[in-house]
């Protein structure tokens, strides 16, 4: 059984460009999450995605928006980029059944620095 | 959702037990206390949660007040590879989704 994967591991962008990074799921997980982590702080919830759609969201903007695949990989695009979001990106994978959930398994991460 | 609130910081000598406090005053009726933690440069990694009874698996015991309002984290003999920083986090058993709200955690060193 593989883990969550995330990819690239490590990105560099400059300002105004855009960014799409790719999450593969652990197997026979639905529903994907992601996470924002900036220097020193907990990560923050951005997204959900559950069967394709999203299924919740934190206080981020629409320039962060993503996709979630039939076989359960991801992706999180972020158009626009600014200075402050530089951070880790962390993917989230769990079984979800409708209203009811089990743990979330992470990713190591993507760390995107924006120049 | 209800907050959390851990210490920034503690230490532990490495075989001794670690016990991490977390204060939840504002917990629900519904609502479960999950540990994280967060070894540098990695994700997250679940560690236990519980509902009011206290829990043990192979990694620690949680240990949750009867009245709900704050628990404890046992790492029962800490190794080196325990430092990490550790969230205690309080969630709904279900809801439109899954999301974990993280605080900033507990980080623990554990020294020889």
């Known amino acids: 059984e593989t883990g969550v994967t995330q990819s690239p591991t490590h990105l560099i962008k400059t300002r105004g460009q855009q960014v799409t990074l790719r999450c593969s799921s652990q197997?026979?997980?639905?529903?994907v999450s992601w996470y924002q982590q900036a220097l020193g702080q907990g990560p923050q919830f951005i997204f959900q995605?559950?069967?394709?759609?999203?299924?919740g969201r934190g206080n981020f903007p629409p320039r962060f928006s993503g996709l979630q695949f039939p076989n359960y990989s991801s992706e999180l695009n972020v158009n626009a980029l600014e200075l402050d979001d530089s951070a880790l990106y962390l993917c989230?994978?769990?079984?979800?059944?409708?209203?009811?959930?089990?743990?979330?398994?992470f990713g190591p991460g993507t760390r995107l620095t924006v120049l | 959702d209800a907050k959390t609130t851990q210490p920034p910081s503690m230490d532990c000598a490495e075989g001794r037990a670690a016990n991490l406090p977390c204060n939840h005053s504002t917990i629900s009726g519904n609502e479960y206390v999950y540990w994280y933690r967060q070894i540098h440069s990695q994700g997250p990694q679940y560690i236990i949660h519980g509902l009011k009874n206290n829990e043990t698996n192979e990694m620690a015991s949680l240990i949750i007040t009867e009245d709900r309002k704050s628990s404890t984290l046992i790492l029962p003999h800490a190794t080196l590879r325990d430092t990490a920083v550790y969230y205690c986090i309080v969630r709904p058993s279900s809801g439109t989704a899954s999301k974990l709200t993280f605080g900033t955690g507990t980080r623990l060193q554990v020294t020889l």
């Open positions: 995605y559950y069967r394709e759609e999203e299924n």
């Open positions: 989230a994978s769990n079984i979800g059944h409708g209203g009811s959930y089990n743990e979330q398994f």
């Open positions: 197997s026979g997980h639905n529903t």
